[in-house]
C-alpha cells in the first residue's frame, strides 16, 4: 500500500514538472501580460522555477512540506489571474478557464493536504538509515 502513496505525488507532480518548461518561453510570458500579469517577463519564469521545485519535491518526498507550499505559492496567483472565468464575455471560453480554475482548486487542496500531511512512507524526508 505504500507504494500507492508514492504514485499519488508522482502523479500529482507531473503536471507541475512537465508544465513548468513553458514559463521559460516568450509565448507563454506574452500570454500572460496579456492576462495583465505584473513584470511578466520575470513572474513567470519564477512561476516556472515554483511550479519546478514543488513538484519535484513533492514528488521525490524531498522537504515536501515545503515544496508544498512553493505550489500553493504558485497556484494562487495563477489561478486568479489566468482563470479569472468571470471576466470573460466569450460563454465557451469562460467555461473552459471556469475548468481550469477548478482544476487548479483541486490542485491546491491537495497541496495544502500534502503540506499538512506530509509526503507519507517511501520518501527521502520518511527515510530510514541504518
Do not use: E
Not at 7 to 36: D, E, M, N, P
Not at 64 to 75: E, P, R, T
Not at 79 to 85: A, G, P, R, V
Amino acid at each position: 500500500m505504500n507504494s500507492i502513496i508514492l504514485i499519488g505525488r508522482i502523479f500529482y507532480s507531473l503536471i507541475f514538472v512537465i508544465s513548468s518548461f513553458s514559463h521559460f518561453s516568450q509565448k507563454t510570458i506574452g500570454y500572460a501580460a496579456a492576462q495583465g500579469v505584473p513584470l511578466a517577463s520575470m513572474a513567470v519564469p519564477l512561476s516556472g522555477i515554483m511550479a519546478l521545485l514543488g513538484g519535484l519535491s513533492v514528488a521525490f518526498g524531498f522537504k515536501a512540506k515545503w515544496g508544498s507550499c512553493l505550489l500553493v505559492l504558485f497556484l494562487i496567483p495563477v489561478t486568479i489571474m489566468m482563470h479569472n472565468f468571470w471576466a470573460i464575455s466569450d460563454p465557451m471560453m469562460a467555461q473552459i478557464q471556469q475548468a481550469m480554475f477548478m482544476k487548479n482548486l483541486a490542485l491546491l487542496g491537495a497541496a495544502l493536504f500534502i503540506f499538512q500531511m506530509g509526503s507519507g512512507p517511501l520518501s527521502l524526508d520518511n527515510r530510514r538509515i541504518g
